[in-house]
């Protein structure tokens, strides 16, 4: 398994964006390393272990680019949580606060299915707020969430506390 330290020095750190106070973790440079990104990818699967896993969700914007590429190594589909008024069929929507402002995501009515196993990947967990709106809607439509995996976990924010249970993983904890 690849470590995850070169992942880790590629992560740059850019403070006060894009608001004051905000210390923002731009993973461009992961993404646009392709050693980086697909060690990235490997391990964001292998938080998955050997369980059964019928979709993979990922949250706009950021999390779709780190959740379709696990969702295509696994073998398996990808569906996105969206910001309101994105979708364009039957919607369920939550609205939730973050780190910096509010915001409410959507889901297809039909993106997951009752019984379905369900992976939530993003880019990073924070206050935790957009993953457990993320999870709730998941869970409303009688999927079962069988894990959340991130990028990166900014552990002071306690993003986890948030969270229902269900095994959670991050690649970098800062
Ligand atoms: P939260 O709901 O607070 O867990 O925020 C999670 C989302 O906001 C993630 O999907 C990130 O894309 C974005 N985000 C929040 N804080 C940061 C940060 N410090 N650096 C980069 N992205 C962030």
Redesign the pocket.
Known sequence: MPSSDHLRAAVRD?PD?PKEG??????TPVLADGKLFHDCITLLCNTAGDQVIDKVVG?D???FIFAAAVADRLGVGFVPVRKAGKLPWKTRGLA?????GE?VIELHEDAVLPGEKVLLV????????????AAELITSLGATLVGAS?F?E?ED?A?RA?MPPCPIHSILKY
């Open positions: 850019i964006f905000i210390l923002f973790k731009d993973i949250i914007a950021r999390g939730y606060s973050l780190e910096y915001n993003d880019d990073l967990l924070a206050t935790g707020g957009t993953a457990a709106a991130f990166i900014l924010l993003g948030k």
